[in-house]
C-alpha cells in the first residue's frame, strides 16, 4: 500500500453502503475498466478514493440512462463527449419508443377486434412496414388503376396528394385502418372495379362531358356531395321513393347541382351522362378508400353517401 492517507480511502464493501449499490456490482465495473482503484491494501484489496466516487456517480447514471459498459470507458477515457453519447443514445430510444409505441397499438387493435393469431400476424407485419415500403404499396396500387387509361393527369395527381402517411404513434383504429387500406389496394377485385369506374370517366370525358372533380376545387365538390346526402335524407324521411312523383324536385335540385360543377347545363343528355357516373362510380369500396386515408391522417371521415348516392341514381333512371 502507498503512503496516501487511509482515511481518503474506501473498500469497495464501503463505496457499496455508501452508494446503495451492491458489491458484485461495483466489482464488476472495476474488472471492466471504468472504474479502477485508486490504491490497494498490501493483502491486495482494491481501494477508491474520492475520484473513485466521482466516476462511480457518473458511471451509474450512463447505465441508468441504457449506455453500455463499452462506450462508458470511452467516455472517460475522453475519446468520444457525454453530449455526443447522449444524442446517439437519444436518437436510438426514439426508435424504440416508436417501436413499442406500435407494438402497443398492434396489440391493442387486435384485442379489440378479436383478431386470430393469423390476423395478428398480419397487422404486425404491415404495421411494421417503413414509410418507403407504405408509400411504395399505395404508389404501386395507383399507377396500376391508371395504367393504359387516358383519364388525363389530375385525378392521378389528386390520389398521390392524398397518400396518407402512417403516423409515429398511431391509436388502435389507426392501426386497424392501415391494415384495411394495405388489404385493399392489393384486392385484385377492387383494382378492377376501379379501373372499369375510371374507364367510365375517360368515356364521359370523349363525349364532351367534364369530369365534376376536375373542373372545381375539392371544397366545391364535398359542398356538392353534402347537398346529395342532405337532400336525399330529407326524401327518404318524407318516405319519397325514388320513382315518386315527389322524387322530381329533388332530382332536379341536385342535376342542376351537378351540372353547375361541372359546368354545364342540365337538360337529357347531362342526365344521362350523369346516371352512368353515379352508377359506374357507385361502389362502396371507393368510399371507404377515402375514409381510411382520412382516419390514417387523423382528419374526420366524410359520412358515408352510398345509400344517397343509390336513391339519386333510382330517382334519374325513373325520370
Known sequence: MTDMDDDA???????????????????????????????????????????????????????????????????????????????????????????????????????????????????????????????????????????GLDVGPELRDRMRAGMPGFPPDPTPEQVDAWVELAELVQDEEFRAALRRALAGRAGARDEGAPDPARQLDSAAAERCASLVRERVAEARAAGIEPDSPHARRYVDELAGAYAELAGRTDGPQFRSWLLRRLEGGHDPRFERYWQLIAVLDGRPAAPDASAATTWLAAALRAS
Open 9 to 147: 480511502l474506501r473498500t469497495i464493501g464501503e463505496l457499496a453502503r455508501t452508494t446503495g449499490l451492491s458489491v458484485k456490482t461495483i466489482r464488476f465495473w472495476s474488472d471492466a475498466g471504468v472504474l479502477p482503484p485508486t490504491d490497494r491494501t498490501p493483502a491486495g484489496y482494491r481501494l477508491y478514493g474520492d475520484e473513485a466516487l466521482a466516476r462511480l456517480g457518473l458511471v451509474r447514471t450512463l447505465r441508468d440512462l441504457g449506455i453500455d459498459i463499452a462506450t462508458i470507458r470511452r467516455v472517460l477515457e475522453r475519446e468520444v463527449t457525454v453530449a455526443e453519447v447522449a444524442a446517439a443514445h437519444a436518437g436510438a430510444l426514439d426508435v424504440q419508443i416508436r417501436t413499442m409505441r406500435l407494438r402497443r397499438a398492434v396489440l391493442r387493435a387486435a384485442a379489440e377486434r378479436g383478431s386470430t393469431p393469423e390476423e395478428m400476424e398480419l397487422m404486425h407485419n404491415l404495421a411494421n412496414l417503413s414509410e418507403h415500403e407504405r408509400r411504395r404499396l399505395i404508389g404501386e396500387f395507383i399507377d396500376g388503376i391508371f395504367e
